[in-house]
């Protein structure tokens, strides 16, 4: 069982930025897609960003242009870089395996936004 670990949240002002780590204890190499989720409260968990093993990308129309994913498989480990950072971006992040998510979520890591 994979155990996966998000850091990197924090406060920031709106405009801001801010990368997010999630570091597999395993190996994520076979996993073709990864994914960045995010959930605000009182709303459900919902998809960010996505890569594939080769490195193509994917991203929820309302971070486009702002956000970068990005995964190194050598290493284990997947990032997200968030800039022009908005409130509405303010949520609990999780990373996991795509569509499906494979292994248990982590504890995620809280991003907010405010002035």
């Known amino acids: 069982q994979v155990q996966l670990v998000e850091s990197g949240g924090d406060l920031v002002q709106p405009g801001g930025s801010l990368r997010l780590s999630c570091a597999a204890s395993?190996?994520?190499?076979?996993?073709?897609?990864m994914a960045w989720y995010r959930q605000a409260p009182g709303k459900e968990r919902e998809l960010v960003a996505s890569i594939t093993r080769i490195g193509f990308t994917r991203y929820g129309d309302s971070v486009k242009g702002r956000f970068t994913i990005s995964r190194d498989n050598a290493k284990n480990t997947m990032y997200l870089q968030m800039n022009s950072l908005k409130p509405e971006d303010t949520a609990v992040y999780y990373c996991?395996?795509?569509?499906?998510?494979?292994?248990?979520w982590g504890q995620g890591t809280q991003v907010t936004v405010s002035s």
């Open positions: 395993g190996s994520f190499f076979g996993v073709n897609i």
């Open positions: 996991n395996g795509y569509p499906t998510p494979r292994w248990d």
